[in-house]
T-cell receptor, first 112, second 114 residues
């Protein structure tokens, strides 16, 4: 069964303490992997799309990487405003409707 | 480009009532998606449109749910005879419709069924 699993469920860090969030997937034929940020009570905000193993993308303190079975979202020297839930979703090649399979998210809390 | 908009942002209704939500996608996006999200979960796919055609509907979706996208622009999602289990955030997203494309989300409509 195609699945996307995110870990940890929640992560508490001190301001400036770097760490990584994990998204592992079991879909066959990955077409794209997406990272979103979601603040409480709001819709997901797009961060990155990764298409193939070895690809990396960066935005401010965030860097996303992709292997054949998982993706990492690295956060460097986080600030309290980085606190949010980070969602991962994959789109796989066998689905002609281009649907996304979503993980449950990692809730990130950055303490000042 | 003002992004995806949804209306209303919040809706409180009594069990058994009908509710309708509206989504205005990013202009020129030809795909429009509806999702439902409950606390601590990722978005759950409900249905999507390519222009005005509804191409897929989740098998988990009750017959009480219906969506339209007349003229391929805005879309409406109606829930008939609401139940307490329908309480959730309803999200709309739109995309260009390419092979691998990014979905951009609206702010969501929070539904509470009493």
């Amino acid at each position: 069964e195609d699945q996307v699993t995110q870990s940890p469920e929640a992560l508490r860090l001190q301001e400036g303490e770097s760490s990584s969030l994990n998204c592992s997937y079991t879909v066959s034929g990955l077409r794209g992997l997406f990272w979103y940020r979601q603040d409480p009570g709001k819709g997901p905000e797009f961060l990155f799309t990764l298409y193939s193993a070895g690809e990396e993308k960066e935005k401010e303190r965030l860097k996303a990487t992709l292997t054949k079975k998982e993706s990492f979202l690295h956060i460097t020297a986080p600030k309290p405003e980085d606190s949010a839930t980070y969602l991962c979703a994959v789109q796989y090649a066998m689905d002609s409707n281009y649907q996304l399979i979503w993980g449950a998210g990692t809730k990130l809390i950055i303490k000042p | 480009d003002t992004g995806v908009s949804q209306d209303p942002r919040h809706k409180i209704t009594k069990r058994g009532q009908n509710v309708t939500f509206r989504c205005d996608p990013i202009s020129e996006h030809n795909r429009l998606y509806w999702y439902r999200q409950t606390l601590g979960q990722g978005p759950e796919f409900l249905t999507y449109f390519q222009n005005e055609a509804q191409l897929e509907k989740s098998r988990l979706l009750s017959d009480r749910f219906s969506a339209e996208r007349p003229k391929g622009s805005f879309s409406t999602l109606e829930i008939q005879r609401t139940e307490q289990g329908d309480s959730a955030m309803y999200l709309c997203a739109s995309s260009w419709g390419r092979r691998t494309d990014t979905q951009y989300f609206g702010p969501g409509t929070r539904l509470t069924v009493l």
